[in-house]
């Protein structure tokens, strides 16, 4: 039987511009007690979709043909087609958060941020069933221990920013499973966390289903997420469907074109070490032009180019009041010992709050350190960088560019393209304002834009588009290293894929070295030649790319490994081994792992070029690598 | 919490004394002071017989001493002629022009300038927020459109032409008094309830006067905040869980909207006392703003010192309410701390 049939569904927005067709005949069926994938690049009408189930769509939109039938298995009630319902009628309002809930990609801001959590968690029950608030209360705290809520009764009394983003989500689904609703609308649930907190809310959705015995229909565009959650798949794009059937078929026997290319997009631990990604719309990259300008460095490859010797930085939570003690301070970087060599990409692999970005842009020096040094190879030698000053400071300016996580706020969206472009090589006084337009046409040009572009805002450019314009802005000055802050972490995978390639085809053509900081270990797998992995501000693993990933030696690599979800049926996750939080918590890590505070997390050379943080070991005679 | 307001409490101390210094070095900074400019007038005019009794309340004021002596004597920090005799020992100085203590000048107005300050406020918090709430919800509709229209017009109508048209139309109509704040005979008569109920229908053209352009800043605040907060992903989420338009609106984007109208008490007031001066003049209220205006005019220095600084006092009060009462709503406020360590 299946809970939730949709049939020939048709959306239109009526926009400024006409009627545009966000959905286009769609049909498919959610059968009871499963789980059915919808899976398709942003703006292919997933969310439509899901707020058309949900009656949320917006005004502008009509459902103009159709129905979405949904009949509750549990119910007394017939079977309604909601397509037909109006949308802030009584008949809907009683589905909504009832029979039908929804959880939404961004914990963060989902949640009420004046409200406790258990307020706003029993505000469905009191509506829905009937209940009093004392009596919400105890159902409230219930279902916060059936998502493993650390303390349920404190729980209540929270307010969500008291909580980290996992939580949150731990809450979101709380809130949606109170009335023991017959389907479950996932949109993106864990496209906002990090690996290990994914790994475990998915564990959670699907202890939950098992035990109330719902169905869910999970919208993602990961496809890892798809081979460990789904047992039917349906693909979408442009609003129609491509390709719909058993997980099992469609990831051992693709038939469409589409879902052929999205699958090969999607970056993997066990792909040959020239192997490379397949975008959907590939760019061709034109260096020609860049190639013979570029500005010959005299660092030899494979020297080392920047060095961090332990490297201390300190952050102050709140500044003392007028009254209060000392303030509370939290180590972001601790002591960190790296070297990154000319011609390599490095990645720096953690959790949010692991002080990877934090270690990036003290290399940048957009913040300044405590303790230790950076030094920095300019050709004569290494050179403190934090004690430059003036022409040297901004000739270090030049040699190091950053790449933004977010395309869509790290450009200025009053600046047209070509100001974006220009405005480094005003600042450092380059060229005429000729050779600068005929620069930025060529950096267009190398990132596979149009040049007639230049003339454009940012906001007519998609996410993928942007961050190539931001890949050319960094690119401007003809830097030797760039520093690639989760730069594809807001994109689709199939833009993903088609950034990453670019990334690597400018890397081979223009020389460049990279640090590319990222949670995603498939990305940094698929373009690191080395691994430095971090948590809680310190180092844990740092060796090549090969070595890490088919033998992690530290907990905690080993930890972020597993929960890495494979687009692939044959390799799930194994949720039965996910001890929550334990791996990221370095004071229950095994000996001789243990770091508490006040021990040196050193690095000790485990295998051949394979540093790993064993502070236990140092004690016992072992040899003390400096992690070359 | 308690110890949050305790500590706003104290922190509002060195403010204190910041403007008081401030205000003090603003007023001081043309040359010279209100009997030094009557001394010159005096000798330009060939009189000497009174230069004496003027030289004599030069010393009496301390205004022959340096200026941060002057400035500590007027707070009461530091001995003057007459020992320790300043603000903080409760004499509020002397008024040159009026030549009476400035107590007995300004006394009678404070009550009424607090008085007519608040029944403002009041008026521009219960118009506004029904009229935003509703422009929010109802965005371009007729109703929307309508009241932006009034609220345009009511910031661009100079206040006291409106003063003016309403004291006419409130004569024809209910046959008030024009002007002042009670009807002519009461004046000088004992509190009653006549009196009372007098005072408050007096207060009403004055109340709309000053308020209207408050108002309509208001209702675009409002309008625009609450817009902001009704696309917000929480709003959804609320919606998502079965709650009806009228509950979700109040329950969740309403309560995050207030914020900025809350954190606007404070800024109201001074701009409220500063922006009626015209407004009590043409409507000749007994207010401290034509007071001050005069003060100001006439270098009557402890005059305006102290009428400056008694609207800084009301504006950091407002401040520490609504601070108060964000912290009270908000929960991101009273437990940020707890929340970072």
Sequence with gaps: MNVLSIDGLTVDFNTAEGKVRAVDDVSFAVPENKTVALVGESGSGKTVI??????????????????????????????????????????????????????????????????????????????????????????????????????????????????????????MIAMAMICHPALLIADEPTTALDVTIQAEILKLIKD????????????????????????????????????????????????????????????????????????????????????????ASKVAPGQPLVEMHDVVKEFTLRKGGLFSTKPASVRALDMINLTIKKGECLGLVGESGSGKTTAAKAILRAIEIEEGTIRYNHGSGLENVHKLRGPDLLDYRRRVQLIFQDPFSSLNPRMTVNDILTEPLQIHNIGTAAEQAERARSLMDLVGLDPRFLRRYPHSFSGGQRQRIGIARALALNPEFILCDEPTSALDVSVQAQILNLLQDLKRDLNLT??????????????????????????????????????????YTRALLSAVPEPDLNTPLDFAALDANRASEPGEWPEPFRVVDGIEPVLIEMEPNHFVCAPGMKTRGALEGTAA | MIYYMVRRILTMIPTLLVISFLIFLIIELPAGDYISNQIAALRTSGESASIAKLEFLRKEFALDRPFFERYLIWIGAWPGPNGFDGLLQGNWGWSFEFDKPVNEVVGPTLPLTIVLNFATILFVYIVSFPIGMYSATRQYSWGDYGFTFLGYL??????????????????????????GLMAPEYIDQPFSFDKLMSILAHLIVPTIVIGTSGTAAMIRRLRANLLDELHKQYVTTGRAKGLTERKLLTKYPLRMALNPFISDIGNLIPSLVSGSVIVSVV??????????????QSQDQFLAGFILLFVAVLTLFGMLVSDILLAVLDPRIRLGGRAAS
């Design chain 2, 283 to 296: 409507l000749n209220l007994p207010t401290v703003g034509p007071v001050l205006l005069s003060a100001l």
């Design chain 2, 154 to 179: 009511g910031l661009a109508v100079p206040n006291f032409l409106l003063g003016l048209i309403l004291l006419y139309l409130f004569n024809r109509w209910f046959g008030l008094s024009v002007g």
């Design chain 1, 208 to 295: 939950v289903q098992a035990e109330l015995k719902m169905s869910v229909l999970m919208i993602t565009h990961d496809f890892g997420v798809v081979a460990n959650m789904a047992d039917e798949v349906v693909v979408i794009y442009h609003g129609r469907i491509m390709e719909k059937g058993t997980a099992q078929d469609l990831f051992s026997n693709p038939k469409h074109d589409y879902l052929k290319a999205l699958l090969n997009a999607v970056p993997s631990f066990n792909m040959d070490r020239d192997e490379r990604l397949m975008p959907i719309r590939p760019i061709e990259v034109k260096a020609d032009s860049l190639k013979q300008r570029g500005t």
């Design chain 1, 50 to 171: 899901s707020q058309t189930i949900m009656g949320l769509l917006p005004t502008m939109a009509d459902i103009t043909e159709g129905h979405v039938v949904l009949s509750d298995p549990h119910g007394k009630v017939p079977p309604v087609d909601i397509a037909t319902l109006d949308r802030k009628g009584k008949t809907m309002r009683s589905l909504r958060g009832n029979r039908i809930s929804i959880i939404f990609q961004e914990p963060m801001t989902s949640l009420s941020p004046l409200h406790t959590i258990g307020d706003q968690i029993g505000e469905a029950a009191v509506l829905h069933r009937d209940c009093s608030a004392a009596e919400a209360r105890d159902l409230t705290q219930e279902m916060l221990r059936l998502v493993q809520f650390p303390d349920p009764k404190r729980g209540l009394d929270t307010y969500p920013f008291e909580l980290s983003g996992g939580l949150r989500q731990r809450a």
């Design chain 1, 514 to 555: 990279y640090l590319f900081v990222s949670h995603n270990l498939a990305v940094v797998d698929y373009i690191a030649d080395r691994i430095a992995v971090m948590c809680r501000g310190r180092l844990v693993e740092v060796g090549e790319t090969r070595e890490v990933v088919s033998n992690p030696l530290h907990p």
